[in-house]
């Protein structure tokens, strides 16, 4: 065989790899970005949970007590960080508690479930989806 038959073949294979190179690379930084995201999503639905504790029925020192829905969607989305839209943060927060009157009181639980939206920057992977995470504590005061 001779060298003239394979001059120029390196260029198809070295287009072919560092596309395949480049793909894995940005999955992986998309895949990172995700993990982080949700990192972020459950982290706020545990400080919206803690934020919501201090500040049931009973409350006397601290801004906004008896705190509802709105009051604590406000709260999160204003301490929202990093990556994520802080308008795009949905907030849910229920007092799950059936013998709890008034709902909010002390000794009754709150969950909180944080959802946010996310995409991929990538078109290798789908659209996106809703990244969700819920915390309950006991409200203290």
């Known amino acids: 065989m001779s060298r003239h038959s394979q001059r120029g073949a390196s260029l198809p294979e070295t287009a072919i790899v560092i596309g395949a ?3 894995f690379l940005f999955g992986i930084v998309d895949m990172a970005r995700a993990v ?3 990192s972020e999503v459950a982290e706020l639905a545990r400080e919206g949970a803690r934020w919501a504790i201090v500040r049931g029925s009973q409350c006397k020192v601290i801004d906004n007590c008896n705190a509802g829905q709105s009051a604590i969607q406000t709260y999160l989305q204003g301490r929202s960080l990093g990556l994520t839209t802080a308008s795009s943060i949905q907030v849910t927060a229920a007092w799950p508690g059936a013998s ?5 009181a002390p000794g009754c639980p709150v969950a909180i479930t944080v959802t ?4 991929f920057m990538t078109g290798i992977l789908p659209a996106g989806f809703n990244m969700s995470s819920t915390s309950q504590m006991v409200i203290s005061d």
Not at 116 to 119: A, K, L, T, V, W
Request: proline share 13%.
């Open 21 to 23: 190179l480049l793909a």
């Open 36 to 38: 982080y995201t949700y």
């Open 100 to 104: 709890c009157s008034p709902k909010n």
């Open 116 to 119: 946010y939206p996310f995409s």
